[in-house]
């Protein structure tokens, strides 16, 4: 059974960095078969994928279109947890934001584990 | 980009049977995933793959998906059920994962 902790601050500045970790537990975070990805979710825009990291044999992101510009997701193999980092970030970027791990077994793709979830406002 | 629609609420007795649709463009050629989220909590994943259950899920919960509609359904509804329910497939053309909007079960 996967379990992702989720960590970091509540409430983040205009302009400022949003940062947040998801630590792995039952898992790993160099596994050849998952992947592991924030989301995010409010009223205005429901559930929203962010971007993933993932290792297969070498390391690879992918973002959503709408905060390429702004998104890193890496991965941390000395503790086993992969991060979120969202810049210039707006009251728009308010939101409960999830880590989740990936999962697919041929054309498909799914999540099943998810931490807790971390409500954040950008609010000054 | 790829669209889901999602009525936004159902409605249901305890012990009868609740169905929740999900609509998308040749939808039955891709593979859907249900979530079912309570107040306060994580999705949690209840149907994979159209039809596939993971472990601790109720047999109640089912899946189908053909044409232009992929479907959840519960049998015999239970009050613990009331929940947020969502559909998800991976779009293969931005190699995205793509949400519907959600739909309300309340059991009455």
């Known amino acids: 059974q996967v379990q992702l902790q989720q960590s970091g601050p509540g409430l983040v500045k205009p302009s400022q960095t949003l940062s947040l970790t998801c630590a792995i537990f039952?898992?790993?975070?160099?596994?050849?078969?998952?992947?592991w990805n924030w989301l995010r979710q409010s009223p205005s825009r429901g559930l929203e994928w962010l971007g993933r990291?993932?290792?297969?044999?070498?390391?690879?992101?992918d973002y959503a279109i709408s905060v390429k510009s702004r998104i890193n997701v890496n991965p941390d193999t000395s503790k086993n947890q992969f991060s979120l980092h969202l810049n210039s970030v707006t009251p728009e970027d308010t939101a409960i934001y999830y880590c989740?791990?990936?999962?697919?077994?041929?054309?498909?793709?799914?999540?099943?584990?998810w931490g807790q979830g971390t409500l954040v406002t950008v609010s000054s | 980009s790829y669209v889901l629609t999602q009525p936004p609420s159902v409605s249901e007795a305890p012990g009868k049977t609740a169905r929740i649709t999900c609509g998308g463009s040749?939808?039955?050629?891709?593979?859907v995933h249900w979530y079912q989220q309570k107040p306060g909590q994580a999705p949690v994943l209840v149907i994979y793959?159209?039809?596939d259950r993971p472990s601790g899920i109720p047999e109640r919960f089912s899946g189908s998906n053909s044409g232009n509609t992929a479907t959840l359904t519960i049998s015999r509804v239970e009050a613990g059920d009331e929940a947020d329910y969502y559909c998800?497939?991976?779009?293969?053309?931005?190699?995205?994962?793509?949400f519907g909007g959600g739909t309300k079960l309340s059991v009455l």
């Open positions: 989740a791990r990936g999962d697919s077994s041929g054309s498909s793709y799914y999540f099943n584990s």
């Open positions: 039952g898992d790993s975070v160099s596994s050849k078969s998952a992947a």
């Open positions: 990291t993932y290792y297969r044999s070498k390391w690879y992101n």
């Open positions: 040749n939808i039955g050629g891709k593979s």
């Open positions: 793959y159209d039809t």
């Open positions: 998800q497939v991976w779009h293969s053309s931005s190699d995205h994962p793509v």
